[in-house]
């Protein structure tokens, strides 16, 4: 069985920190296409960025210079750093993984940026 746990999600000013962990279980985070997404209220889920099994990245153009996706193979858990945040960058984030034509989501954790 899959599962994708969030964590990290938390209230920051603008301008701050955050660091997202999403630890996977039933599933490789290293052998399969891992992502985050976020959804804000009255918007559609939108892609925040994804990693490759080799490694390659691909990231929204709003979040391009101050948001790195990553992951620890040992730990089976991916992560996504995000820097200089913005009010707009408020949403629930999901984690989502990709196995086989199979798509596996979390539950989300939710990130809110106060100006």
């Known amino acids: 069985q899959v599962q994708l746990v969030e964590s990290g999600g938390d209230l920051v000013q603008t301008g701050g920190s955050l660091t997202l962990s999403c630890a996977a279980s039933g599933i490789s985070a290293s052998g399969n296409v891992m992502g985050w997404y976020r959804q804000a209220p009255g918007k559609q889920r939108e892609l925040v960025a994804t990693i490759s099994a080799g490694g390659s990245t691909v990231y929204a153009d709003s979040v391009k210079d101050r948001f790195t996706i990553s992951r620890s193979n040992t730990k089976n858990t991916v992560y996504l750093q995000m820097n200089s945040l913005k009010a707009e960058d408020t949403a629930v984030y999901y984690c989502?993984?990709?196995?086989?034509?199979?798509?596996?989501w979390g539950q989300g954790t939710q990130v809110t940026v106060s100006s």
């Open positions: 989502k993984a990709q196995r086989w034509g199979s798509t596996y």
